[in-house]
């Protein structure tokens, strides 16, 4: 078979799925991994026969597809801050927003000291947060925890891929009472999806992604919030700062939440337009 009768055969039985748009991007990151040829080469060489091993990559690929599986766990990697990150059903995908929230905590760190700074990311899944803070920040001390022993390993896979040192620890942050040291920074990307937003949830994350890293009950939406500002109220450094990837749905509460364990908080827009970052600072007691 051709590449561009598997092209055809991509459109066809996927465009009651997907967009047209959507569709091209699938086959142009297929080629890429699996012949590695560019949008450009393909264009160049659209007549170029796939062996039979090839053919079979994009037929296991296209069925995935169909089934709504995310495109990320079908070529097992994905790009996050610049970097290749490893992805499978074990932890989320990581989010442009959350890109956003890296960004946001860098530019703070261009006017205060970035030096050997100690770091904890809080819920790390695939450890987009942690190791991307350890790529840029070098001198940083970089730690982070998961409730996940399958998700720690994907993500200390990804430490290495990456070069970069960062300290995991399986952990269930909802039963620690202490951290075990005192930080300058804590980030934490946690699980904010409440069960009434599901509805709004597209069926590839629905049917793939692993649950306890996305929902919350409804009852309880800033369980992860509340308990992670508790532990920093002692596990944060004097003039240390605490960030959080949140639900645009409950930004004011969510600040408020860091308000009354005794921080100030600023929120920060993700590059759609929506309150989905917050930052609480330490200020000093007098």
């Known amino acids: 078979m051709?590449?561009?009768?598997?092209?055809?055969?991509?459109?066809?039985?996927?465009?009651?799925?997907?967009?047209?748009?959507?569709?091209?991007?699938?086959?142009?990151?297929?080629?890429?991994?699996?012949?590695?040829?560019?949008?450009?080469?393909?264009?160049?060489?659209?007549?170029r026969e796939l062996s039979a091993?090839?053919?079979?990559?994009?037929?296991?690929?296209?069925?995935?597809?169909?089934?709504?599986?995310?495109?990320?766990?079908?070529?097992?990697?994905?790009?996050?801050?610049?970097?290749?990150?490893?992805?499978?059903?074990?932890?989320?995908?990581?989010?442009?927003?959350?890109?956003?929230?890296v960004q946001w905590i860098l530019e703070d760190l261009k006017s205060s000291k970035s030096g050997e700074l100690s770091i904890l990311d809080i819920g790390t899944g695939s450890g987009c947060i942690a190791i991307s803070l350890a790529k840029k920040l070098p001198k940083a001390r970089v730690s982070a925890i998961d409730i996940s022993k399958s998700a720690l390993k994907v993500a200390s896979a990804n430490a290495k891929m990456n070069g970069v040192e960062v300290a995991f620890i399986l952990q269930d942050i909802l039963k620690t009472t202490v951290l075990q040291e005192n930080y300058d920074l804590i980030v934490s990307n946690p699980p904010y999806v409440r069960e009434l937003e599901k509805k709004e949830m597209h069926r590839n994350v629905l049917e793939n992604e692993p649950e306890m890293a996305l929902y919350v009950k409804d009852l309880e939406p800033l369980i992860f919030y509340q308990k992670i500002t508790k532990l920093a109220e002692t596990g944060l450094k004097q003039g240390g700062s605490l960030y959080f990837e949140i639900n645009q749905y409950l930004g004011k509460e969510t600040a408020e939440v860091l308000n009354s364990g005794g921080f100030k908080s600023f929120s920060g827009k993700d590059i759609f337009g929506n309150d989905r970052m917050l930052k609480g600072t330490k200020e000093s007691r007098t």
Do not use: W
């Open 2 to 47: 051709l590449v561009s009768q598997i092209k055809i055969k991509f459109h066809d039985q996927l465009k009651k799925e997907y967009p047209s748009g959507e569709i091209q991007s699938f086959f142009n990151l297929l080629t890429e991994a699996y012949l590695k040829m560019s949008r450009l080469d393909l264009a160049l060489d659209h007549r």
């Open 53 to 101: 091993s090839e053919e079979k990559k994009f037929e296991d690929a296209l069925l995935q597809l169909l089934k709504h599986e995310p495109i990320q766990y079908i070529l097992g990697e994905t790009e996050f801050f610049g970097l290749k990150f490893k992805v499978n059903k074990n932890v989320l995908i990581p989010r442009p927003e959350t890109e956003d929230l």
